[in-house]
């Protein structure tokens, strides 16, 4: 059968983020810097149809190409190792230590940020002509992007923080629901239709994805944006990580592993009967 059930996939889970704790240094970078320059490049793609068709819903529905390219390839993105890396530890999976989970997430941002990066210099050469022009509408565009998200946050203080955060937490909560929901599936076609849901409804309601940002801050700066990489980092880059951190490993990652990997034993069904007829009326 394509349809994998919870509890089989929820040990999917586990193995998955056991390999990513075991992945030598070269591949983990690999991998990463591979995972941000795709998903770098889907969203220039989805910022291009949302200028050009004034639909942002167009953008975000056609956005999650990215994402399914990346994961169908095996790259990885900090968003998916922050839910899956630590249920090997919590599993108590041989030779699976905290340290080993960190170590991990420090080379996916990493590899990452370089794969961003390099797809926000390539764009901005493409949105500029070789940074012989202002920039195009797309590129303006990512540049305000970049302000309003940073300065706009800064300007509400504690409140903008602690706004900036949820959106995170609420964003990885949706992103690794994708990651999950991809293992739901043996056929191509129906990881493809898992992922793109929940990859959509982030992308929409525009929750904070740390390595999205990893391309439209740099973006920014480089193509004119009023703000500073000080900005990018305080504002929105390193609230974003954590809040991705808490909505992937406790949303999703967490949940699953409590309900499916772990689950608890069923009621005995007689008792469960004498229970519930204790709690009737009486005639």
Known sequence: MSYIQPKEFAAKMV??????????TKDTLIRAFMAGAILALAAAFA????????????????????????????????????TLAPLAV????????????????????????????????????????????EPNAIGAKIGKIGEARTLGYAAAGSAGLL???????MCNW??????????????????????WMPILVFFYLGFEHSIVNMFLFPSGIILGGQFTWADYFIYNEIPV????????????????YMTHFKESPKRNASVARN?????????
């Open 241 to 256: 990580v954590l809040g991705n951190l808490v909505g992937g490993l406790t949303f999703v990652g967490g949940m699953l």
């Open 163 to 169: 706004t900036v955060f949820v959106r995170a937490v």
């Open 90 to 133: 919590i599993a108590k999976r041989p030779g699976c230590t905290w340290g080993g989970v960190l170590r991990n997430w420090g080379l996916v941002f990493t590899g990452n940020f370089a794969g961003a990066m390099t797809t926000a210099i390539m764009m901005a050469i493409i949105f500029t002509m070789g940074f012989s022009q």
């Open 174 to 195: 949706m992103v690794s629901t994708g990651v999950v929901a991809a293992m739901m599936s043996n056929s191509v076609s129906g990881k493809i239709m898992a992922m």
């Open 47 to 82: 910022i291009s149809i949302t200028v050009n068709t004034g639909q942002p819903l167009v953008g975000a529905l056609l956005f999650p190409v990215g994402f399914c390219m990346l994961y169908l390839m095996g790259f990885d993105l900090l968003t998916g190792v922050f």
């Open 15 to 24: 193995d998955a983020g056991e390999s990513k704790i075991f992945m030598s």
């Open 275 to 283: 229970d519930d007829s204790a709690h009737m009326p009486a005639e």
